[in-house]
């Protein structure tokens, strides 16, 4: 995983920089000891991670997705800060080494 310092543009979301970054909301919160939403000029520290997108499709579940491509439960909960999913919602997956 390589580790970048990113400084927060106008604009910018936890959930849009971790996007850009492949990387989960929550984990860049933790790193960076976070407790609100990042504001423009704030140095954030972020790990990449190798994920994809993808798009959930009726009758999805964390469970199945993770079966899917081959990712554990906890790996695709933790990188997109979430318990659950709902249609048409855009996560990412890990790929799988």
């Known amino acids: 995983m390589k580790a970048v310092l990113y400084t927060v543009k ?15 909301p929550s984990v860049i919160a933790e790193k960076n000891n976070l407790k609100g939403a990042p504001f423009e000029g704030m140095k954030l520290i972020i790990e990449e ?19 899917k491509f081959n990712a554990s439960q906890e790996s ?22």
């Not at 959930?15 to 990387?23: D, G, K, L, M």
């Not at 009726?58 to 199945?64: A, G, M, V």
């Not at 695709?76 to 080494?97: C, E, H, T, W, Y």
């Open 49 to 67: 991670q190798e994920a994809f997108g993808y798009t959930v499709r009726p009758f999805d579940t964390i469970e199945s997705i993770a079966a």
């Open 10 to 24: 106008k604009g910018d979301t936890l959930s849009s920089v971790a996007a850009r970054f492949h990387a989960s």
């Open 76 to 97: 695709v909960k933790k990188i997109n800060g979430l318990d659950a999913v709902f249609v048409g919602q855009r996560i990412l997956v890990p790929m799988s080494k």
